[in-house]
């Protein structure tokens, strides 16, 4: 087993720069940082890696008590915030706040993580402002979001930014080669259909099932010969995220559920607090909103594909010999590109970006999906 940073592929540069914050290099460290980063890049990692390292007394050996705990979520003097709904609200925040305040228990740093910093709401940033101007001794916050663009200005201009990259297609394959023990087949193709993506190429390099219901879902673009094949597919993909979020949540939510009965004695003999009704609710109103995330994010995946697909199309246009991603599909997609234009698979693409922006907002799944398959349909036609 290599060290805390070991596992960080393809970021050699932000590494470098943890590194020195850690050995105590002048002006290297500093109590706030934000781990910017595209999806699968391995920002939260990077965070715990770093928080590790901060508390071990070897630098971040990976192999001793404080890199353990710390990996683990189970040091007393790192707080993880990795939240399931929709946006961090400034209770949390101020919960967080109050925590980063306290001493460290074993003499180290006090330690927050905030694995979705740009989920953090207008009342919460204010909140937490409050944290990073006036730090105690001790603390650091690690924030972690996709962009720096995506955290409100009045946070990230008080954070020093650490900007990590998407790895390579070899250097993921390695990973899953060496790591997970995954065939070096199999793991190139894992790689390359993830496109940098670290905790996905790991579920294609593990999941039979994952593999086949990416095969599912890219052989869409080839059914959506009419208007109600388009809508029966988007019906098909929304009634699967649905599923995939009950099949995450039912269990969670039931524990929680019994949880703060079991605390607010509900059930029990006696006379039932005044609040339990209220908090119960908002229980419910929490766990619907999680559910709503976890399908919204199955959702996105969905995109994510299509993006891939219509990329190969358009690469076939315009860029001959270019390797494909999803090299194993390319007689579906030479012909869909022969008999189409790279106008037309450029609105397939912005079609593609339009619906992922109406699932971040309020618009119902099943309405951005039929808009979308209905103008990969057109698109497919032109």
């Not at 001794?137 to 720096?148: G, K």
């Not at 201009?157 to 070899?170: A, F, G, I, M, Y």
């Not at 993830?194 to 099932?209: D, I, P, Y």
């Not at 999803?326 to 997609?333: G, Q, V, Y």
Request: proline content about 4%; aromatic content about 2%.
């Amino acid at each position: 087993m290599g060290d805390v940073f070991s596992e960080l592929i393809g970021q050699e540069r932000a590494v470098e720069v943890l590194r020195r914050a850690v050995a105590g290099n002048r002006h290297a460290m500093t109590h706030a940082w934000l781990f910017v980063g595209p999806p699968g890049s391995g920002r939260s990692n990077a965070a715990k890696a770093f928080a590790a390292a901060l508390q071990c007394r070897a630098g971040g050996c990976g192999t001793c008590e404080a890199c353990r705990t710390t990996l683990s979520g189970a040091h007393p003097d790192v707080t993880l915030l990795r939240t399931e709904q929709l946006s961090i609200g400034v209770a949390e925040v101020r919960e967080l706040v109050g925590r980063a305040n306290v001493g460290p228990v074993l003499g180290g740093f006090q330690i927050v993580v905030v694995e979705d910093a740009d989920r953090i709401t207008e009342r919460g940033a204010d909140a937490l402002l409050k944290g990073l101007e006036e730090p105690s001794p001790r603390t650091v916050w690690l924030l972690c979001a996709p962009s720096a663009d995506d955290v409100i200005v009045t946070i990230r201009s008080r954070c020093r930014q650490l900007k990590l990259v998407t790895p390579s297609d070899e250097a993921v394959t390695q990973l899953l080669i060496d790591r997970d023990g995954v065939s070096p087949a199999l793991a190139a193709y894992a790689a390359r259909a993830s496109q940098g993506h670290v905790g996905r190429a790991r579920m294609l390099g593990r999941s039979e099932e994952a593999r086949i219901r990416r095969r599912e879902i890219l052989a869409l673009p080839g059914r959506l010969t009419s208007l109600t094949a388009c809508l029966d597919a988007a019906d098909n993909l929304v009634k699967a995220s649905a599923e995939e979020a009950a099949q995450t949540t039912t269990e969670l939510d039931a524990k929680e559920l019994a949880a703060l009965q079991e605390a607010l004695g509900v059930g029990g003999r006696g006379a039932k607090p005044r609040n339990a009704q209220a908090a119960i609710r908002d229980l419910e109103d929490q766990q619907k909103l999680r559910n709503k995330r976890i399908q919204r994010d199955a959702l996105d995946r969905v995109l994510t594909e299509f993006a891939t697909y219509y990329r190969d199309v358009l690469a076939v246009q315009t860029a001959p010999g270019v390797p494909l991603v999803n090299a194993d599909l390319a007689d579906e997609i030479e012909p869909l590109a022969r008999r189409s234009t790279p106008e037309a698979t450029v609105r397939a693409l912005d079609a593609i970006l339009t619906a992922r922006t109406a699932l971040e907002g309020n618009v119902a799944p099943l309405l951005a999906l039929e808009a979308l398959l209905v103008s990969l349909s057109q698109a497919a036609r032109t």
